[in-house]
């Protein structure tokens, strides 16, 4: 047990602290941590208090604008800094940490870090591994980072992020779950598990932190850090679901976003952090800034200096300042100005000080700091297997004419081209982990991942073509005669993996320079050509998609990115990746979803041209629609039954159907359930995702799924922002994608 043994220079308190700790020793195995929290906050200053709201990042290593401070040690021997963010590595964190516990009260600091897709082991990215729509792989995934995070010191990661987004444009939809509610509520809830698995505390576990709270990604036109503004029925129904789903599966942590909502910045915005997060969700963790946010809040007009915005952000439920500097330099005096009452600062710290106890730091402040563990997790074989597995479950198959794919493992000669082929770090994609002093050899490049799957009995040929930017084409004579030497050429091409990610919103989601020229000119060749788009968001390429005969979309699959891609190449895993985001025909298509409202004037064709606010140079349907992606078996669905035709508000409808793999080849099978409420108080969209089951099919082999529809699926937010369900009719679909709707039924909801 830690012994707090002040710094006092006067005898007297000395000896009066000494007794009323020595009686907190005493009573401290009996203690609940609610009473050690509060015996510890007796004993602070205002001063302490304040640091202990007050978060930097660690010298060299930024996530955002950096403010130079040279004396950060003697702020933590200070008692003024609470958390450091971007420490790694357990000797770092341990040097840190002794600092703190030369301060008078020797609390421990608390380290965070983006662990958003990986630690050392890199997974795909979240938005690649949400179309997985497997939430076991998702869990697996975030606990493996959690086991590789926490054996490097870290306690805390900025993650899961869980902004919903119906917009390719920004560019941070790499790192949330797509577009759709209900499946991206059930993907925060796994990540929250994988993260703090048996729970905070544990030492191969982390601490969640729920972004960004809220709405961050319907930023106005895609622009990052941008203007929010929807309806209290919208932010209810479409974005906070996932929030609520984080929180109900333990999350410790939230983190606020940049953005304004609705005229209010998110970091002051006490309908967001003191009405709902605290007030109706009852949390109990604490609120985290995002980067520089309290003190942003003057360019957003909100608040008028770093005093004004330190009281807006305090007072609307935001707990620590991450590298605005407004708490540490303000605080205090707004409190003894009595403009800040010292209960909330008391309930901030006390929030706070609760994750460090329930984290053990103050019982072993170096409990995550054992070079040991961090050298046997980081270097686990069965982490990236579990990588591997996760990325070519990643792999959407948009395109297979002719089933090119598979590509036989005796095919004698292939041409694997373009700039992405032998990339090493592009496979990680943005909000990585960049580890000091670990090189980047673990990542299986996408040519490793060839040459090892056939390189033994196959001739496998290179050309780069050309770079992913400029428009440089002296490459493309050489790749078209690689190409002419083989039998299938094999083209990887895509965005750069820093185009996408935070401040990379783009206004043009093509793929960018030549690349798509070169895929012409390799396509003139007449050889069958299999082109993989590497991205981290939705891009528009409409002519490459017309004249590819085969494309999979990779994403950015991390370390074992070239071994899963090589997987599905050669057959060795059956793509069945569905799209957890939209693909728009074009920019000016965006925003489009599959959700989306009727309108008086529904358009069910192209030629419906006074319907449904179709463009009249565009077709009304996306280039791919949410939940869509194939996979070498064809999947049939059979046998739609209803348990009953109606149900009553406390009722249920058992809704059962077969699915066939009907194809030679051993596959997994997404299976959406959509509904539909046909009439309501305010209107209801096409169709709602509102459960899914992945199934695994050998060849020729039926299974019967069944769902069940209770009250529950039918509700929403009415018109007053009340959850209720409305008898009526419903419509049931069962679909392999939202618009590729196999079986229908209808139902009645009674009274
Ligand atoms: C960044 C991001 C946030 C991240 C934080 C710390 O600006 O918005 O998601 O967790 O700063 O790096």
């Given at each position: 047990m830690q012994q707090f043994v002040p710094l006092m220079r006067s005898t007297t308190i000395r000896i009066l602290c000494s007794l009323v700790l020595l009686i907190s020793l005493t009573d401290a195995q009996t203690m609940t941590i609610a009473q050690r929290v509060d015996s510890l906050l007796r004993l602070m200053t205002l001063d302490e208090k304040v640091g202990q709201l007050n978060q930097y990042t660690d010298d060299g290593v930024a996530t955002g604008p950096v403010t130079l401070d040279k004396d950060k040690p003697q702020q933590v021997k200070q008692g003024k800094l609470g958390s450091i963010l971007n420490v790694l590595g357990g000797e770092r964190t341990r040097s840190w940490q002794k600092i703190a516990m030369q301060s008078r009260l020797r609390i421990p600091l608390l380290f965070g870090q983006d662990v958003v897709h990986g630690y050392k082991t890199t997974f795909p990215i979240p938005l690649a591994e949400a179309c997985s729509w497997d939430l076991e792989a998702m869990e697996r995934a975030a606990r493996i980072a959690a086991v590789e995070a926490s054996a490097g010191g870290v306690h805390w990661t900025f993650a899961p992020m869980v902004d919903i987004s119906r917009d390719p444009r920004w560019g941070r939809v790499m790192e949330g779950a797509g577009e759709d509610t209900y499946l991206g509520s059930q993907i925060a809830a796994a990540r929250v598990r994988g993260f703090q698995g048996k729970g905070i505390g544990q030492t191969d576990a982390v601490m969640a932190c729920v972004k960004h709270f809220a709405a961050y990604g319907a930023a106005v036109g895609g622009r990052d850090y941008n203007s929010v503004d929807m309806s209290d029925r919208?932010?209810?129904?479409?974005?906070?679901?996932?929030?609520?789903?984080?929180?109900?599966?333990?999350?410790?942590?939230?983190?606020?976003?940049?953005?304004?909502?609705?005229?209010?910045?998110?970091?002051?915005?006490?309908?967001?952090?003191?009405?709902?997060?605290?007030?109706?969700?009852?949390?109990?963790?604490?609120?985290?800034?995002?980067?520089?946010?309290?003190?942003?809040?003057?360019?957003?007009?909100?608040?008028?200096?770093?005093?004004?915005?330190?009281?807006?952000?305090?007072?609307?439920?935001?707990?620590?300042?991450?590298?605005?500097?407004?708490?540490?330099?303000?605080?205090?005096?707004?409190?003894?100005?009595?403009?800040?009452?010292?209960?909330?600062?008391?309930?901030?710290?006390?929030?706070?000080?609760?994750?460090?106890?329930?984290?053990?730091?103050?019982?072993?402040?170096?409990?995550?700091?054992?070079?040991?563990?961090?050298?046997?997790?980081?270097?686990?074989?069965?982490?990236?297997?579990?990588?591997?597995?996760?990325?070519?479950?990643?792999?959407?198959?948009?395109?297979?004419?002719?089933?090119?794919?598979?590509?036989?493992?005796?095919?004698?000669?292939?041409?694997?081209?373009?700039?992405?082929?032998?990339?090493?770090?592009?496979?990680?994609?943005?909000?990585?982990?960049?580890?000091?002093?670990?090189?980047?050899?673990?990542?299986?490049?996408?040519?490793?991942?060839?040459?090892?799957?056939?390189?033994?009995?196959?001739?496998?040929?290179?050309?780069?073509?050309?770079?992913?930017?400029?428009?440089?084409?002296?490459?493309?004579?050489?790749?078209?005669?690689?190409?002419?030497?083989?039998?299938?050429?094999?083209?990887?091409?895509?965005?750069?993996?820093?185009?996408?990610?935070?401040?990379?919103?783009?206004?043009?989601?093509?793929?960018?320079?030549?690349?798509?020229?070169?895929?012409?000119?390799?396509?003139?060749?007449?050889?069958?050509?299999?082109?993989?788009?590497?991205?981290?968001?939705?891009?528009?390429?409409?002519?490459?998609?017309?004249?590819?005969?085969?494309?999979?979309?990779?994403?950015?699959?991390?370390?074992?990115?070239?071994?899963?891609?090589?997987?599905?190449?050669?057959?060795?895993?059956?793509?069945?990746?569905?799209?957890?985001?939209?693909?728009?025909?074009?920019?000016?298509?965006?925003?489009?979803?599959?959700?989306?409202?009727?309108?008086?004037?529904?358009?069910?064709?192209?030629?419906?041209?006074?319907?449904?606010?179709?463009?009249?140079?565009?077709?009304?349907?996306?280039?791919?629609?949410?939940?869509?992606?194939?996979?070498?078996?064809?999947?049939?669905?059979?046998g739609l039954k209803l348990s009953v035709g109606s149900m009553s508000m406390t009722g249920t409808i058992q809704a059962s159907v077969t699915i066939t793999n009907a194809g030679k080849y051993a596959g997994e099978e997404v299976v959406q359930l959509y509904l539909r409420d046909l009439v309501g108080s305010i209107i209801r969209p096409m169709k709602e995702l509102k459960d899914f089951r992945k199934i695994a099919l050998a060849p020729g082999e039926s299974k019967t799924i069944t769902f069940t529809i209770d009250k529950e699926k039918l509700s929403f937010y009415d018109q007053h922002v009340q959850w209720v369900a409305e008898p009526g009719e419903f419509e049931l679909m069962i679909g392999a994608s939202s618009r590729d709707i196999r079986q229908k039924e209808r139902f009645t909801l009674t009274k």
């Open positions: 919208m932010l209810w129904e479409t974005y906070l679901p996932p929030f609520k789903a984080a929180l109900d599966a333990g999350a410790g942590t939230f983190m606020n976003s940049f953005n304004d909502l609705n005229g209010i910045p998110a970091t002051g915005n006490s309908y967001l952090m003191r009405d709902i997060l605290k007030g109706k969700w009852n949390f109990s963790g604490f609120v985290v800034s995002d980067w520089g946010s309290v003190g942003e809040m003057i360019n957003h007009g909100s608040v008028k200096d770093p005093a004004d915005a330190a009281r807006s952000a305090i007072l609307a439920g935001c707990d620590m300042d991450m590298e605005s500097r407004c708490y540490t330099g303000t605080l205090a005096k707004l409190v003894t100005d009595g403009v800040v009452p010292m209960a909330v600062v008391d309930d901030a710290v006390r929030r706070i000080l609760t994750k460090k106890f329930e984290l053990g730091l103050f019982d072993d402040p170096y409990r995550f700091c054992d070079p040991k563990r961090e050298a046997k997790a980081l270097n686990e074989p069965a982490h990236a297997a579990a990588a591997r597995d996760m990325a070519r479950k990643s792999i959407v198959l948009l395109k297979n004419e002719k089933n090119i794919l598979p590509i036989s493992k005796g095919t004698k000669t292939i041409a694997f081209i373009g700039p992405l082929v032998k990339a090493v770090k592009q496979n990680k994609g943005f909000w990585d982990v960049e580890l000091p002093g670990v090189d980047s050899n673990f990542i299986v490049t996408q040519w490793e991942g060839l040459q090892e799957k056939i390189g033994k009995h196959s001739t496998l040929l290179y050309a780069k073509g050309c770079e992913i930017e400029g428009n440089d084409r002296s490459g493309f004579a050489e790749a078209v005669e690689t190409a002419k030497k083989a039998d299938v050429v094999i083209l990887s091409i895509g965005e750069r993996r820093d185009m996408s990610g935070e401040a990379k919103s783009r206004s043009d989601l093509s793929i960018p320079g030549v690349q798509v020229e070169l895929a012409m000119e390799l396509l003139k060749t007449g050889k069958p050509v299999v082109v993989l788009i590497n991205a981290g968001r939705p891009l528009v390429f409409n002519e490459l998609a017309d004249a590819a005969p085969a494309i999979l979309y990779t994403w950015w699959l991390g370390s074992e990115a070239g071994n899963a891609i090589a997987d599905v190449l050669f057959g060795d895993y059956n793509p069945s990746a569905k799209l957890a985001m939209t693909f728009p025909r074009s920019v000016g298509q965006i925003p489009i979803y599959y959700n989306y409202y009727n309108t008086g004037r529904p358009a069910t064709g192209d030629n419906d041209r006074f319907y449904r606010s179709a463009y009249i140079d565009l077709s009304i349907h996306p280039r791919y629609e949410f939940g869509y992606g194939l996979g070498y078996s064809p999947f049939t669905y059979s």
